[in-house]
């Protein structure tokens, strides 16, 4: 079983209405552990592609064949953290499950929103890569930000992030505003070298949009789109958006930076107001499956966060990073991403997405 409904589709008031509702019938007579294996499971997830796999590999298999009814609320992450935030305050809230980033994950526990999780009533994360582990955040998948090219028309890549300042790339370089946190380190790394100086890198990158006038599209879907047309030559994104775009059939490349790549892990936590938590940790445990965390890896091109999937060797070194490269990885400062993340989209949409 399973239901939908779109963050863009339904005004707030009405959702909320709407999920009150159902939650109220679909609960009535229902307590205890009864609850855990039938009733609604909340899941505000992205959209596309994303939310496909996650259907496709997680909660059709593996939640719903345990009796609980997924609910999906899709949206970004802005509007999906604004509505938990507002959320805080009740005594119930609406969501079970969120899908995040591990920076937005932080914040979400430094606002007071994410629980701590029980990690008895998650047996799978016993098989989580123990440096990717938190208490409120399951992880889930990873990769870093990379520069993918069209080996057809680019025979000399960039092999630095810096290298894309050069008027060459002029018309020819696209971005994504889903990534604009990770563009904004990025300038700053270049100018302050670490992943805190986001401030020292502002100017930089109205230099690049002056130079190169990059093409911004709305989302990842978008940017592969104009990378298989040939709309733009070459992208900063994740290793695993390229390596979904060459297996879909376009002549792309992947450049490691020499700066080292960013680092992105994304999984999920449970609302402290969650509604069902029971329904919560069934979801979670599924999440971390071992052959559902193989099999969405050979679909998405995502590292499993569990180190006991079982990937074949050739599909592991193509998703994974070399030791060499693993050593070079960015990872973003928690505290300084949750503390600026929300100036940082402003200025972004005010300076760059215009």
Known sequence: MNAFRSAETFSPTRRQALLGSAAAILTAGVGGEAHAAAGTVVVSNWGGDWNQRTVRFVETPLVETQGLTVVRDLGMEPERKAKLLAE???RRGSIDVIHLNDSDGFEMMKQDVLA????????????VVPALRKDYFVPWLYSGVVIIYNKDKIKDPPRSYEE??????????G????????????SGLIQGGNMTSVDSGRDRLVALKELVQPRLYAAHQQL??????GEVDIALNYKARGLQWINEGSPLAIQ??????????????????????????????????????????????YAPANGSAELSPDLRTRI???????????????????????????????????
Do not use: C
């Open 116 to 127: 701590d999780l029980d990690r008895a009533r998650i047996p799978n994360y016993g098989d």
């Open 224 to 229: 592969g789109a104009a990378l298989a047309t």
């Open 256 to 301: 490691y930076p020499k700066e080292g790549a960013i680092a992105i892990t994304f999984g999920a936590g449970m609302p402290r107001r969650a509604p069902n938590p029971e329904g919560a940790y069934v979801y979670l445990n599924a999440m971390l499956d071992r052959k559902a965390m193989a099999e969405l890896a050979a679909a998405s091109f």
């Open 320 to 354: 994974d990073f070399s030791p060499e490269e693993r050593e070079h990885l960015n990872f973003p400062d928690y505290a300084y991403v949750s503390k600026n993340t929300a100036e940082w989209l402003e200025w972004w949409n005010k300076t760059m997405a215009r």
């Open 175 to 186: 971005l994504t505003n889903q990534l604009y946190f990770n563009y904004m380190m990025m």
């Open 164 to 173: 894309l300042w050069d008027k060459k790339w002029a018309g020819r370089l």
């Open 88 to 90: 805080r305050r009740l």
